[in-house]
């Protein structure tokens, strides 16, 4: 049997006076809307600041690429409890880096690090790919001698949650220098120079999909067994990961929170560092003679390949050489 048209319209508008305006409300439109990233982009240096932290789109090695993308979405925050992500495919230059998507903890005067008393963190994290991807997913900190956030770095601390494809972090010997247990987790660590800026890098023995602890734990490891100065400034606090070479990679992070305490105060920042988003060498330029025990080689490495009198350019690994007393 066929309808008129007024039926229809009169039945329309009885489901819509019957239905409550509640329902409509929490249907099919709330669900898109929850599915939704509050922000994303595929810009090379996008950015999106979110009370005392940004999650950057850092795009730094892309040029090493012979094609590939990235994009970076900020999908969900709760306070300061974020959720993100970061899809990319990169091909060529395997090995150098192309990018450091990260979110960061801004922070507007660097943070004696003497006077910091934690720095609890939680990171949830997954990673699916098409193959066999080499990236690192990894926290990054970094001080300066003094508190200019745009000051030059002086030790980089890295702390690799995953490695991934082969990737391995700036070691002058190629090998772990100690076999730490730190935060519950066992870590290889591994000492080196990037330029003049020293770089320490803890790499969990196994994968840690979902870490929680106290990142100052390493800064207090370092100070009593590797000679880290605790009259240095914490300028940069990000987390995120580091890509060489891989096709369709999403990393996902479902919980991030970190925060930063001295003394008995939380101390909190909401004007991000100028430095704090650029993963680029702090070397002299390439061409110039560098000095023990600065880096002067590998895959990489774009600055001096000839050491000064009285120091040889040793090689480590394919990732680094560096300038050794003769």
Sequence with gaps: MKLAPSFFNLLAAAILVTTPLSALANG??????????????CDSWGSSTQGSFTVYQNLWGASAATSGSQCISLDSVSGSTFAWSTTWTWAGGPYNVKSYDNIAYNIAT??????ITSIPSTWTWS???????????????????????SGTHTYEIMIWLGAFGG???????????????ISGSSWKLYDGY??????????ASSTINSYSGDLNDFLKYLSTNNGFPTSHYLT???????????????????????????GTAATT??????????????????GSTGTAPEQCGGATWTGPTV?????????SNTWYSQCIPS
Excluded: H
């Design 28 to 41: 099919v439109e709330e669900n898109s809307l929850e599915k939704r990233a509050v922000w994303t982009t």
């Design 307 to 315: 050491c000064a009198s009285g120091s040889t350019c040793t090689f």
């Design 127 to 149: 990673q699916t790919a098409s193959g066999t991807p080499v990236n690192n997913v990894a926290y990054d900190l970094m001080t300066t001698a003094t508190s200019d956030v």
């Design 236 to 262: 940069v606090l990000q987390a995120g990961t580091e890509p060489f070479i891989g096709t369709s990679v999403k990393l996902t992070t479902t919980k991030y929170t970190v925060s930063l305490t001295t």
């Design 269 to 286: 920042s909401t004007t991000k560092a100028s430095t704090s988003t650029t993963k680029t060498s702090t070397s002299t330029a390439a």
């Design 167 to 181: 990737a391995g972090p700036i070691s002058s010997s190629g090998s772990p220098v100690a076999t730490p247990t």
């Design 110 to 115: 660097g943070i004696k690090v003497s006077t």
């Design 194 to 203: 990037n330029g003049s800026m020293r770089v320490f890098s803890f790499v």
